[in-house]
């Protein structure tokens, strides 16, 4: 496909990132959005991609695309998924009644939490409240061998024994709502068009508005509970809050992209795959949920079509067809370490040309982004930001 047949296939709006315009500086910060930038670990630079997909996105669990691939069929995947071509939908309209909501936020609060079976396989919240149980049962009979004359208290044994079959009962539930609800997809998996990022537009769409992609920014946000546990968060801001503020709340438009670690560097590997998502001159992420859709998108057919893909058509449905979720968590384990190493400190942000003054904060980034998350202290290394130049060489699809 040449250029202007892929030019008659994307809007005029749709964003490159060695087009961006010339933008006004962002408003005066309030007393508010000064608190809360207190709260932001970094500011992630636009373009100069590593070409490096989130772990969670490069090696999916099975029951997470696979199962419903294979459910839906090609089409009904397509509509009913909340990423292909067109959109990333940030929103689901569900068709569904209020009642139903409500049995349903709590069949899946008790089936969840108190199953032997979490994500993955792995183990579930059940072994966490069977464990205590199990705690207080031993409890029982040793207050029964040390002290005979005591009647036993029969009555106390029925906690941990519920208990135990609250979680079987759990695990069963779990098991059946993950292999029976794909069936409901079209009433609970009806994705929105209307709030989700649009490629072929370049467009953030939202219930404040519709933005261009690149008016917004990308941050690490940091909170803490009250053990002091760190978590961290990918947060898409809008730059310019006095258009897109919600009218009940006064909050900014911003959009969370959460990741199933609680490695920072994740969190820019999910920036870095959304940028190219959104950049109409790279081809989509090559990820598994995204590849029926390759041949829609001109710009990655036409890179697919040029061999610089390098891998068969079905790739990563071969992939999910052959291997056992252990070989699959084995390959994810792997990635994350790929995506811990990679250099994401102190590349160029190319904004800092299109908008004054965006230069004059967040200059630097600590060298180790992870231990900065982890342990942040005066010790840290930062290392400055090379400046911004013409990203059209370093965002070129094939030097990834």
Same mark, same amino acid.
């Given at each position: 496909?040449?250029?202007?047949?892929?030019?008659?296939?994307?809007?005029?709006?749709?964003?490159?990132?060695?087009?961006?315009?010339?933008?006004?500086?962002?408003?005066?910060?309030?007393?508010?959005?000064?608190?809360?930038?207190?709260?932001?670990?970094?500011?992630?630079?636009?373009?100069?991609?590593?070409?490096?997909?989130?772990?969670?996105?490069?090696?999916?669990?099975?029951?997470?695309?696979?199962?419903?691939?294979?459910?839906?069929?090609?089409?009904?995947?397509?509509?009913?998924?909340?990423?292909?071509?067109?959109? !990333?939908?940030?929103?689901?309209?569900?068709?569904?009644?209020?009642?139903?909501?409500?049995?349903?936020? !709590?069949?899946?609060?008790?089936?969840?939490?108190?199953?032997?079976?979490?994500?993955?396989?792995?183990?579930?919240?059940? !072994?966490?409240?069977?464990?205590?149980?199990?705690?207080?049962?031993?409890?029982?009979?040793?207050? =029964?061998?040390?002290?005979?004359?005591?009647?036993?208290?029969?009555?106390?044994?029925?906690?941990?024994?519920?208990?135990?079959?609250?979680?079987?009962?759990?695990?069963?539930? &779990?098991?059946?709502? =993950?292999?029976?609800?794909?069936?409901?997809?079209?009433?609970?998996?009806?994705?929105?068009?209307?709030?989700?990022?649009?490629? +072929?537009?370049?467009?953030?769409?939202?219930?404040?508005?519709?933005?261009?992609?690149?008016?917004?920014?990308?941050?690490?946000?940091?909170?803490?509970?009250?053990?002091?546990?760190?978590?961290?968060?990918?947060?898409?801001?809008?730059?310019?809050?006095?258009?897109?503020?919600?009218?009940?709340?006064?909050?900014?438009?911003?959009?969370?992209?959460?990741?199933?670690?609680?490695?920072?560097?994740?969190?820019?590997?999910?920036?870095?795959?959304?940028?190219?998502?959104?950049?109409?001159?790279?081809?989509?992420?090559?990820?598994?949920?995204?590849?029926?859709?390759?041949?829609?998108?001109?710009?990655?057919?036409?890179?697919? =079509?040029?061999?610089? +893909?390098?891998?068969?058509?079905?790739?990563?449905?071969?992939?999910?067809?052959?291997?056992?979720?252990?070989?699959?968590?084995?390959?994810? =384990?792997?990635?994350?370490?790929?995506?811990?190493?990679?250099?994401?400190?102190?590349?160029?942000?190319?904004?800092?040309?299109?908008?004054?003054?965006?230069?004059?904060?967040?200059?630097?980034?600590?060298?180790?982004?992870?231990?900065?998350?982890?342990?942040?202290?005066?010790?840290?290394?930062?290392?400055?930001?090379?400046?911004? &130049?013409?990203?059209?060489?370093?965002?070129?699809?094939?030097?990834?």
């Amino acid at each position: 496909m040449s250029p202007t047949e892929q030019q008659d296939h994307y809007a005029d709006t749709a964003f490159r990132a060695d087009t961006i315009p010339p933008q006004t500086p962002p408003p005066e910060k309030s007393v508010w959005g000064k608190l809360g930038s207190n709260f932001d670990v970094a500011r992630l630079p636009w373009g100069h991609y590593l070409g490096i997909n989130p772990s969670e996105f490069e090696y999916e669990y099975s029951g997470g695309w696979y199962r419903d691939f294979e459910y839906m069929g090609e089409q009904d995947y397509h509509d009913f998924n909340h990423l292909n071509e067109l959109r !990333w939908s940030k929103f689901v309209d569900e068709d569904i009644s209020l009642i139903y909501r409500f049995f349903r936020f !709590w069949f899946v609060i008790v089936s969840h939490g108190f199953s032997l079976i979490g994500p993955g396989g792995g183990k579930g919240g059940g !072994w966490f409240f069977s464990a205590i149980a199990m705690v207080l049962l031993v409890l029982l009979l040793v207050l =029964e061998v040390f002290d005979p004359s005591e009647k036993f208290p029969f009555g106390a044994l029925a906690v941990p024994l519920s208990v135990f079959a609250l979680c079987g009962v759990a695990t069963v539930f &779990k098991t059946l709502f =993950e292999k029976h609800s794909i069936r409901f997809y079209k009433s609970n998996q009806n994705w929105s068009d209307d709030v989700a990022f649009c490629r +072929r537009s370049g467009l953030v769409k939202s219930f404040q508005g519709n933005f261009p992609f690149y008016e917004f920014d990308a941050f690490i946000e940091m909170a803490a509970d009250m053990k002091g546990n760190q978590r961290h968060t990918l947060k898409v801001r809008h730059r310019y809050p006095q258009f897109s503020k919600d009218k009940h709340s006064g909050l900014p438009l911003e959009f969370t992209f959460p990741t199933d670690t609680g490695s920072i560097a994740e969190r820019y590997a999910m920036w870095d795959m959304l940028g190219r998502y959104m950049d109409v001159s790279q081809p989509l992420p090559d990820i598994p949920r995204l590849e029926p859709f390759r041949h829609l998108d001109p710009a990655t057919k036409a890179f697919d =079509e040029a061999g610089k +893909r390098g891998r068969p058509a079905t790739y990563w449905r071969d992939l999910y067809a052959k291997a056992s979720e252990q070989e699959l968590k084995q390959l994810r =384990e792997e990635h994350r370490k790929l995506v811990d190493a990679a250099p994401w400190g102190s590349r160029p942000d190319l904004m800092a040309q299109s908008v004054p003054g965006y230069g004059d904060s967040y200059t630097a980034e600590p060298e180790d982004v992870n231990a900065y998350g982890r342990f942040p202290n005066k010790a840290d290394r930062f290392v400055e930001r090379g400046e911004a &130049k013409d990203a059209s060489t370093q965002n070129k699809p094939e030097n990834h």
